[in-house]
Protein backbone atom coordinates (compact mmCIF):
# COMPACT_ATOMS: atom_id res chain seq x y z
CA UNK A 1 0.00 0.00 0.00
CA UNK A 2 0.94 3.25 -1.13
CA UNK A 3 0.73 6.70 0.86
CA UNK A 4 0.46 9.85 0.14
CA UNK A 5 3.31 12.46 1.22
CA UNK A 6 2.13 16.07 1.64
CA UNK A 7 5.86 18.38 1.05
CA UNK A 8 5.25 21.09 3.81
CA UNK A 9 6.74 23.28 0.96
CA UNK A 10 3.60 22.91 -0.63
CA UNK A 11 1.22 23.90 2.11
CA UNK A 12 -0.03 27.10 2.84
CA UNK A 13 -1.91 30.25 0.79
CA UNK A 14 0.19 33.55 -0.92
CA UNK A 15 -2.38 36.07 -0.39
CA UNK A 16 -1.19 39.85 -2.00
CA UNK A 17 -3.57 42.92 -1.32
CA UNK A 18 -2.80 45.76 -3.03
CA UNK A 19 -3.79 49.33 -2.63
CA UNK A 20 -3.73 52.77 -3.95
CA UNK A 21 -5.30 55.97 -2.39
CA UNK A 22 -5.46 59.58 -3.34
CA UNK A 23 -7.04 62.83 -1.85
CA UNK A 24 -10.14 64.16 -3.61
CA UNK A 25 -11.02 67.33 -2.02
CA UNK A 26 -12.33 66.45 1.77
CA UNK A 27 -12.27 62.61 0.86
CA UNK A 28 -9.52 59.89 0.66
CA UNK A 29 -10.97 57.31 -1.80
CA UNK A 30 -9.16 54.18 -3.25
CA UNK A 31 -8.35 54.14 -6.64
CA UNK A 32 -6.82 50.73 -7.37
CA UNK A 33 -7.12 47.39 -5.52
CA UNK A 34 -6.32 43.72 -5.94
CA UNK A 35 -6.68 40.94 -3.90
CA UNK A 36 -6.01 36.98 -3.83
CA UNK A 37 -7.62 34.60 -1.05
CA UNK A 38 -7.26 34.53 1.54
CA UNK A 39 -7.61 38.16 1.87
CA UNK A 40 -11.23 39.39 1.04
CA UNK A 41 -11.28 42.77 -0.49
CA UNK A 42 -13.85 44.97 1.50
CA UNK A 43 -14.37 48.75 0.43
CA UNK A 44 -13.24 51.51 2.41
CA UNK A 45 -15.47 53.04 4.84
CA UNK A 46 -15.61 57.11 5.95
CA UNK A 47 -16.17 57.11 9.41
CA UNK A 48 -16.95 60.46 9.61
CA UNK A 49 -16.71 63.75 8.19
CA UNK A 50 -13.00 64.00 7.84
CA UNK A 51 -10.67 62.79 4.94
CA UNK A 52 -10.11 59.59 7.20
CA UNK A 53 -10.89 56.27 5.62
CA UNK A 54 -10.80 52.74 7.14
CA UNK A 55 -9.98 49.82 5.42
CA UNK A 56 -10.69 46.69 7.19
CA UNK A 57 -8.00 43.75 6.48
CA UNK A 58 -10.46 40.38 6.11
CA UNK A 59 -8.84 37.24 6.17
CA UNK A 60 -11.86 34.82 5.98
CA UNK A 61 -9.56 31.94 7.04
CA UNK A 62 -9.33 32.25 10.39
CA UNK A 63 -5.73 32.35 10.51
CA UNK A 64 -2.51 31.50 9.45
CA UNK A 65 -1.17 27.86 8.74
CA UNK A 66 2.52 27.11 8.30
CA UNK A 67 4.05 27.86 4.62
CA UNK A 68 1.72 30.78 4.18
CA UNK A 69 2.34 33.62 2.68
CA UNK A 70 0.81 36.94 3.28
CA UNK A 71 1.44 40.47 1.83
CA UNK A 72 -0.44 43.45 2.34
CA UNK A 73 1.00 46.98 0.05
CA UNK A 74 -0.50 50.11 0.07
CA UNK A 75 0.66 53.30 -1.58
CA UNK A 76 -1.08 56.80 0.03
CA UNK A 77 -1.47 59.89 -2.59
CA UNK A 78 -0.37 63.23 -1.10
CA UNK A 79 -2.74 64.72 2.06
CA UNK A 80 -4.94 61.10 2.02
CA UNK A 81 -5.84 59.37 5.64
CA UNK A 82 -5.98 55.67 5.87
CA UNK A 83 -6.94 53.88 8.84
CA UNK A 84 -6.19 50.00 8.61
CA UNK A 85 -7.21 47.66 10.87
CA UNK A 86 -8.56 43.99 11.00
CA UNK A 87 -12.22 42.96 13.05
CA UNK A 88 -10.70 40.19 14.86
CA UNK A 89 -7.19 38.77 16.28
CA UNK A 90 -4.48 37.49 13.77
CA UNK A 91 -4.02 33.54 14.26
CA UNK A 92 -1.28 31.77 13.80
CA UNK A 93 -2.01 27.91 14.27
CA UNK A 94 0.87 25.01 14.82
CA UNK A 95 2.95 24.14 12.37
CA UNK A 96 5.66 21.23 12.24
CA UNK A 97 7.82 22.96 9.85
CA UNK A 98 6.85 25.83 7.28
CA UNK A 99 7.10 29.26 8.92
CA UNK A 100 3.96 31.29 8.35
CA UNK A 101 4.98 34.71 6.98
CA UNK A 102 3.42 38.06 6.66
CA UNK A 103 4.88 41.56 5.39
CA UNK A 104 2.89 44.60 5.18
CA UNK A 105 4.58 47.62 2.83
CA UNK A 106 3.06 50.91 3.61
CA UNK A 107 4.34 54.35 1.19
CA UNK A 108 2.99 57.20 2.39
CA UNK A 109 2.99 60.31 0.28
CA UNK A 110 3.74 64.07 1.15
CA UNK A 111 1.25 65.30 4.32
CA UNK A 112 -0.33 61.90 4.11
CA UNK A 113 -1.53 60.04 7.45
CA UNK A 114 -1.44 56.26 7.77
CA UNK A 115 -2.72 54.52 11.04
CA UNK A 116 -2.00 50.90 11.41
CA UNK A 117 -3.59 49.66 14.31
CA UNK A 118 -4.44 45.92 13.51
CA UNK A 119 -5.73 43.67 16.47
CA UNK A 120 -3.52 41.38 18.19
CA UNK A 121 -1.56 38.79 17.35
CA UNK A 122 -1.88 34.98 18.85
CA UNK A 123 0.46 32.47 18.11
CA UNK A 124 -0.82 29.22 19.12
CA UNK A 125 1.40 26.51 20.62
CA UNK A 126 3.93 25.21 18.18
CA UNK A 127 3.41 27.55 15.55
CA UNK A 128 6.19 29.71 13.52
CA UNK A 129 5.43 32.63 12.75
CA UNK A 130 7.56 35.73 10.63
CA UNK A 131 6.30 39.32 10.32
CA UNK A 132 7.62 42.40 9.06
CA UNK A 133 6.47 45.85 8.95
CA UNK A 134 7.94 48.51 6.75
CA UNK A 135 7.28 51.93 6.38
CA UNK A 136 8.07 54.54 4.12
CA UNK A 137 7.28 58.40 4.64
CA UNK A 138 7.70 61.65 2.35
CA UNK A 139 8.14 64.76 3.71
CA UNK A 140 5.26 66.43 5.64
CA UNK A 141 3.90 62.43 6.25
CA UNK A 142 3.11 60.88 9.25
CA UNK A 143 2.21 57.33 10.71
CA UNK A 144 0.57 56.12 13.79
CA UNK A 145 1.63 52.24 14.36
CA UNK A 146 0.65 49.88 16.10
CA UNK A 147 1.52 45.84 16.75
CA UNK A 148 0.57 43.27 19.81
CA UNK A 149 1.09 40.00 20.43
CA UNK A 150 -0.41 37.44 22.93
CA UNK A 151 1.66 35.08 24.82
CA UNK A 152 -0.31 32.42 23.21
CA UNK A 153 -4.13 31.70 24.28
CA UNK A 154 -3.79 32.39 27.36
CA UNK A 155 -7.50 30.69 28.71
CA UNK A 156 -6.01 27.17 27.44
CA UNK A 157 -2.75 27.64 29.30
CA UNK A 158 -0.61 27.85 26.22
CA UNK A 159 1.76 31.02 27.72
CA UNK A 160 4.75 31.36 25.55
CA UNK A 161 4.79 27.98 24.10
CA UNK A 162 4.92 29.02 20.45
CA UNK A 163 8.11 27.79 18.53
CA UNK A 164 9.54 30.68 16.86
CA UNK A 165 8.14 34.37 16.15
CA UNK A 166 10.48 36.89 14.29
CA UNK A 167 9.25 40.57 13.96
CA UNK A 168 10.65 43.61 12.20
CA UNK A 169 9.12 47.23 12.04
CA UNK A 170 10.86 49.35 10.03
CA UNK A 171 10.24 53.02 9.41
CA UNK A 172 12.00 55.45 7.05
CA UNK A 173 11.50 58.90 7.06
CA UNK A 174 12.06 61.57 4.75
CA UNK A 175 15.52 62.63 5.73
CA UNK A 176 16.60 59.35 5.05
CA UNK A 177 16.93 58.44 8.80
CA UNK A 178 14.74 55.06 10.53
CA UNK A 179 13.99 53.27 13.03
CA UNK A 180 14.25 49.90 13.34
CA UNK A 181 12.90 47.52 15.75
CA UNK A 182 13.47 43.35 15.33
CA UNK A 183 13.32 40.14 17.76
CA UNK A 184 13.26 36.94 16.92
CA UNK A 185 11.90 34.59 19.94
CA UNK A 186 12.39 31.01 20.86
CA UNK A 187 10.76 30.67 23.72
CA UNK A 188 11.50 26.40 24.67
CA UNK A 189 15.20 27.42 23.53
CA UNK A 190 16.08 30.94 24.88
CA UNK A 191 12.88 31.45 26.91
CA UNK A 192 11.77 35.17 27.13
CA UNK A 193 12.89 36.86 29.59
CA UNK A 194 11.38 39.25 31.76
CA UNK A 195 8.67 38.87 29.16
CA UNK A 196 7.39 35.87 31.16
CA UNK A 197 5.70 37.59 33.40
CA UNK A 198 3.30 39.15 31.23
CA UNK A 199 0.28 38.11 28.76
CA UNK A 200 0.96 40.50 25.99
CA UNK A 201 3.48 42.93 24.60
CA UNK A 202 2.66 46.11 22.08
CA UNK A 203 4.70 48.67 20.37
CA UNK A 204 3.37 51.70 19.44
CA UNK A 205 5.20 54.29 17.08
CA UNK A 206 4.34 57.76 16.09
CA UNK A 207 6.29 59.73 13.47
CA UNK A 208 6.31 62.61 11.40
CA UNK A 209 8.89 65.37 10.41
CA UNK A 210 5.45 67.88 11.17
CA UNK A 211 5.10 68.09 14.12
CA UNK A 212 6.45 70.58 16.37
CA UNK A 213 9.03 70.30 19.72
CA UNK A 214 6.00 71.62 22.05
CA UNK A 215 3.15 69.37 20.30
CA UNK A 216 5.56 66.22 20.79
CA UNK A 217 6.44 67.04 24.62
CA UNK A 218 2.83 67.63 24.96
CA UNK A 219 2.32 63.99 23.85
CA UNK A 220 4.95 62.60 25.75
CA UNK A 221 3.66 63.84 28.94
CA UNK A 222 -0.46 62.34 28.10
CA UNK A 223 1.02 59.16 26.76
CA UNK A 224 2.99 58.28 30.09
CA UNK A 225 0.15 59.28 32.01
CA UNK A 226 -2.22 56.59 30.44
CA UNK A 227 0.49 54.28 30.96
CA UNK A 228 0.87 54.55 34.86
CA UNK A 229 -2.64 55.02 34.93
CA UNK A 230 -3.11 50.73 35.95
CA UNK A 231 0.29 50.06 37.98
CA UNK A 232 0.32 46.13 37.80
CA UNK A 233 -1.45 45.54 35.22
CA UNK A 234 0.44 47.12 32.30
CA UNK A 235 3.81 48.56 32.13
CA UNK A 236 5.24 50.31 29.71
CA UNK A 237 7.24 53.52 28.51
CA UNK A 238 7.58 56.17 26.39
CA UNK A 239 11.05 57.21 24.42
CA UNK A 240 12.10 59.77 21.24
CA UNK A 241 13.94 57.83 18.64
CA UNK A 242 16.42 59.37 16.54
CA UNK A 243 13.91 60.66 14.15
CA UNK A 244 10.65 62.95 14.98
CA UNK A 245 8.14 60.98 16.83
CA UNK A 246 7.73 58.90 19.88
CA UNK A 247 7.73 55.26 20.68
CA UNK A 248 6.12 53.51 23.38
CA UNK A 249 6.78 50.20 24.66
CA UNK A 250 4.63 48.12 26.96
CA UNK A 251 3.48 45.15 28.46
CA UNK A 252 0.24 44.34 29.87
CA UNK A 253 -1.59 41.64 32.05
CA UNK A 254 -4.71 41.19 30.53
CA UNK A 255 -6.26 41.57 26.72
CA UNK A 256 -8.62 43.75 28.40
CA UNK A 257 -5.63 46.00 29.97
CA UNK A 258 -3.78 45.70 26.45
CA UNK A 259 -7.06 46.95 24.62
CA UNK A 260 -8.26 49.42 26.81
CA UNK A 261 -4.78 51.24 27.30
CA UNK A 262 -4.37 51.31 23.63
CA UNK A 263 -7.65 52.92 23.37
CA UNK A 264 -6.41 55.63 25.36
CA UNK A 265 -3.34 56.20 23.99
CA UNK A 266 -4.89 56.31 20.10
CA UNK A 267 -7.63 58.70 21.77
CA UNK A 268 -4.92 61.05 23.03
CA UNK A 269 -3.13 60.89 20.04
CA UNK A 270 -5.64 61.71 17.17
CA UNK A 271 -7.13 64.17 19.18
CA UNK A 272 -3.50 66.21 20.03
CA UNK A 273 -2.44 66.09 16.51
CA UNK A 274 -5.18 65.89 14.05
CA UNK A 275 -8.48 66.98 16.79
CA UNK A 276 -10.37 63.42 15.51
CA UNK A 277 -11.66 60.79 18.03
CA UNK A 278 -10.81 57.87 18.47
CA UNK A 279 -13.25 55.61 16.20
CA UNK A 280 -15.24 52.87 17.38
CA UNK A 281 -14.05 50.58 15.24
CA UNK A 282 -16.93 47.18 14.99
CA UNK A 283 -14.87 43.99 16.02
CA UNK A 284 -16.32 40.21 15.98
Known amino acids: MTHAVTETADVGRVGDLALNYVRQGNRTVLTQSRCCSPWHFSPPIQLDDSACTY ?39 RSLGETAVQTAELTVGPGAIVEWIPDVTIPFAGSRFRQTIHVTLAPGATVLLWDAIASGRVARGERWAFTSLENEIRIVTASGQSVLERYALAPSVHGVGRAA ?26 LATILEARPG ?3 GGVSEPAVPGLAVKLVAKSAPDLSETLDELWQAIRLTLWNLPRPALRRY
Open 55 to 93: TPLLNPSGGLVGGDRLSVRATLGPDAHVLFSTPSANRVY
Open 197 to 222: AWDYVGSLYLIGDSVDAARWKQLDAQ
Open 233 to 235: AVL
